[in-house]
């Protein structure tokens, strides 16, 4: 699954950017990534609940938001509530998870957790058997164009061994720093969902550019499915 950023995109141009990215049926972004930053959690400012909501309307591609905000759980429901196919908050932000996950996913909408580059797995195992998507971050929430960190490689591999011995049921996500030189070393891995940025973004076709980061996931993967 590929999952484009608008965090990349042009911010004047929303519904055409979300248009560029669809593609025809089965080949284009599988889902929408929309970073949703506070300036407190981390020290910048995006895009909000409004936003999300016209972006909803305007696109057929499912929303992925990822929430880098301090009090997810005052917030995180009204991004369910809109439309959001999966609503990420992160592990070092919410007070009650387990609570949390359930009370997205009554609110029709998969639960994720996201964990920091320097936040270890295993604390936060018991809490991921109640998420559907768990999203490693590759870089430091806050910024995009930023340097993918290998390191965390490790964290994705743990989580698909324990999803593949029925240990852990979910998604395994990855974002930051997602391009052409780093997304065969993820796949690798055993990343399921790869949210790129201006890999997707800055190339002259969007649309393309997801097919183009589809076909290196297949390679590089193929040895998963035989």
Not at 34 to 47: I, R
Not at 72 to 100: F, I, Q
Not at 153 to 164: E, G
Request: aromatic share 4%; charged share 25%.
């Amino acid at each position: 699954m590929i999952a484009p950023s608008i965090l990349a995109a042009d911010f004047a141009r929303l519904a055409d950017e979300a248009a560029a990215v669809a593609g025809p049926p089965g080949r284009g972004a599988d889902w929408l990534h929309v970073d949703v930053m506070d300036a407190h959690f981390v020290p910048n400012l995006t895009l909000g609940l409004p936003v999300v909501q016209a972006l909803r309307k305007a696109t057929d591609v499912p929303l992925d938001c990822h929430l880098m905000i301090e009090d997810p759980e005052r917030w995180a429901l009204g991004y369910a509530e809109a439309g959001a196919h999966n609503v990420t908050v992160h592990a070092e932000a919410s007070r009650e998870p387990v609570a949390l996950a359930k009370d997205l996913r009554a609110a029709g909408a998969r639960a994720g957790l996201s964990i920091k580059p320097g936040t270890p797995l295993e604390p936060h195992l018991e809490t991921l058997r109640h998420y559907d998507t768990l999203l490693v971050m590759s870089v430091e929430p806050g910024f995009g164009g930023q340097e993918f960190i290998p390191e965390v490689l490790d964290k994705v591999r743990t989580a698909r061994r324990l999803v593949d011995t029925g240990h852990l049921t979910l998604l395994v996500e990855i974002d930051g720093g997602i391009n052409a030189d780093t997304i065969e070393a993820a796949a690798e891995a055993g990343v399921d969902c790869f949210v790129a940025g201006s890999a997707v973004y800055g190339a002259a076709e969007p649309a393309r550019a997801v097919e183009a980061l589809r076909e290196q996931v297949r390679g590089a993967s193929a040895h998963r499915w035989g």
